[in-house]
């Protein structure tokens, strides 16, 4: 009998989204608060969330459950669905992201996606060195991203609190509550 209570733990992130998860996190940090803008380590851990990007956005389409775009992408069907529960205090409970924490996710790896490319052309490319506007948009997109992780961990923080499950935790693990 007490084993029928337990609730069912699945593995819903493969290794390969929470290594891609942490990486990122990982150099967002050190590139934001660690390393001065134009540091060789700088670059280079710029250089490596590009190409952790890449192997996400490929992921995608070959990763399995949670991992696969189709699973991940927010439809409107799906935000609709989501912001309805929401805003009736129902729980609207998935095993990947939500589809508003899907949403977020993307801009997320959009933000990252500009910070690379506006960094390779602020230092790889002299047509643009010097250039205000990409400088700029460098910073921009820094200062959004920051924003788009502080909303995504209070967001993580209050699921967890609603659907009584460690959110946080499920990146470190993979397992999730079914």
Known sequence: ??????????????????????????IFVANYWINET?????K????????WLCVR???GFVGKGA????????TYSRLKLHSS??????????????PLGALVMIFMMLLVLILGVSGFLMEEIDY?????????LHEWSAHGLLVLVFIHIAAALLESYRLKENLPLSMVTGKRKL
Do not use: C
């Not at 280079?44 to 190409?51: C, E, M």
């Open 85 to 98: 529960s929401l805003v009736k205090g129902k729980a609207y409970h998935r095993m990947g992201h939500s």
């Open 67 to 74: 991992a696969r775009w189709s699973d991940f992408f927010p």
């Open 128 to 136: 643009f060195w010097g250039e205000d506007w990409v400088q700029n």
């Open 38 to 42: 134009g540091e060789d380590w700088h």
């Open 57 to 59: 956005f490929v992921w």
């Open 1 to 26: 009998m007490a084993a029928d209570m337990k609730a069912a733990v699945i593995t819903v992130w493969d290794p390969l989204v929470r290594i891609f998860h942490w990486s990122l996190a990982g």
């Open 44 to 51: 280079w851990l710029g250089y490596i969330a590009i190409a």
